[in-house]
């Protein structure tokens, strides 16, 4: 079956540091979804990917969807305290309704 | 403020127990799902709902029954869990399942402990 990996698993960065984290499929994906949890609540959607090369942006946050299909990053700069959390990456190959979600990049920041 | 409220935010209930989770969504969408989220695991999908009618069921055992009366609300009813079932159960809606309409907006969910 599908599956994603998103790596890395966890993060530690001080405050101020610019951030990448990427999500790889074995297969082709039509759409990108990245997705930022925090502890007890769920999954808000950060960035929509719908085309190969498509770079969008949602303030300090970037993701690109990427050439092969079968990638997607995700880049925060200047990171803050209240960018920790999880995010994950989640894809839907056109014809299946359902998402794949990767298995999370913790982020943590380090006083 | 997502437009997706699950309740009750927390659950405890014993294994002999009869429960319901309740999802409601504001954002006029047309597909609701239901998602179970275990530790160290990623999202599970458990059953999508489009225009009211059962469209998926992913090998869900029988102790969970959902229900979609109308596009804006959704249950899971449960029965006889077993502690494995413990989880975070997350609730979901779209507008469409395909194609841009696909972004699925997700409820804060609903923590769930069988003991």
């Known amino acids: 079956g599908q599956q994603l990996n998103q790596s890395p698993q966890s993060m530690f960065i001080q405050e101020g540091e610019d951030v990448s984290m990427n999500c790889t499929s074995s297969?082709?994906?039509?759409?990108w979804l990245w997705y930022k949890q925090d502890p007890g609540e769920g999954p808000v959607l950060l960035i929509a990917?719908?085309?190969?090369?498509e770079l969008t942006s949602n303030g300090r946050l970037t993701a690109q969807f990427g050439i092969t299909r079968k990638d997607s990053f995700l880049n925060i700069s200047a990171s803050i305290p209240s960018d920790v959390g999880i995010y994950f990456c989640?894809?839907?190959?056109?014809?299946?309704?359902?998402?794949?979600f990767g298995t999370g990049t913790r982020l943590t920041i380090i006083p | 403020e997502t437009g997706v409220t699950q309740t009750p935010r927390h659950l405890v209930m014993g294994m002999t127990n009869k429960k319901s989770l309740k999802c409601e969504q504001h954002?006029?969408?047309?597909?609701m799902y239901w998602y179970k989220q275990s530790a160290k695991k990623p999202l599970e999908l458990m059953f999508v709902?489009?225009?009211?009618?059962?469209?998926e069921n992913n090998s869900v055992p029988s102790r969970f029954s959902p229900e979609c009366p109308n596009s804006s609300h959704l249950f899971l009813h449960l029965h006889t869990l077993q502690p494995e079932d413990s989880a975070l159960y997350l609730c979901?809606?779209?507008?469409?399942?395909?194609?841009?309409?696909?972004?699925?907006?997700f409820g804060p969910g609903t923590r769930l402990t069988v003991t």
């Open positions: 979901a809606s779209s507008r469409d399942t395909q194609g841009a309409g696909y972004e699925q907006y």
């Open positions: 297969s082709i994906f039509n759409t």
């Open positions: 990917l719908y085309k190969a090369g």
């Open positions: 989640a894809g839907s190959r056109f014809g299946n309704e359902k998402l794949t």
């Open positions: 954002l006029g969408h047309n597909a």
């Open positions: 709902y489009n225009f009211k009618e059962q469209t």
